[in-house]
């Protein structure tokens, strides 16, 4: 499976990007997919995931309420809205796939993008 992420950038505090991930390759391996980032000098945090076979996506407290995952199965394709962006929410964000829910809940996807980069200034 291989991942592309894009739609990353620059925004203003308050504003609005939406990121892309598509899947490539062996997609039924792809069942579960979720997001992560990661700041400099921190460690990687999920963002949220979703089962691609249905069922609603779960999101970290921190983006709760401001950040919504979508998909289309058609694109083989993964969305994450992130709306009022916060200067916190700068970081590296990452696409992760894997046919195990417990694996992506953990953080041990198999398969995993390049990134795409989130800067919210002040």
């Known amino acids: 499976v291989q991942l592309v992420e894009s739609g990353g950038g620059s925004v203003q505090a308050g504003g609005s990007l939406r990121l892309s991930c598509v899947a490539s390759?062996?997609?039924?391996?792809?069942?579960?997919m979720a997001w992560f980032r990661q700041a400099p000098g921190k460690e990687r945090e999920a963002v949220g995931h979703?089962?691609?076979?249905?069922?609603?996506?779960a999101y970290a407290d921190s983006v709760k309420g401001r950040f919504t995952i979508s998909q289309d199965n058609a694109k083989n394709t993964v969305y994450l809205q992130m709306n009022s962006l916060k200067p916190q929410d700068t970081a590296m964000y990452y696409c992760?796939?894997?046919?195990?829910?417990?694996?992506?809940?953990?953080?041990?996807?198999?398969?995993w993008g390049q990134g795409t980069q989130v800067t919210v200034s002040s």
């Open positions: 992760a796939a894997d046919p195990s829910f417990a694996k992506i809940v953990l953080g041990r996807a198999n398969y």
């Open positions: 390759g062996d997609t039924d391996l792809a069942n579960c």
């Open positions: 979703i089962s691609t076979g249905g069922g609603s996506a």
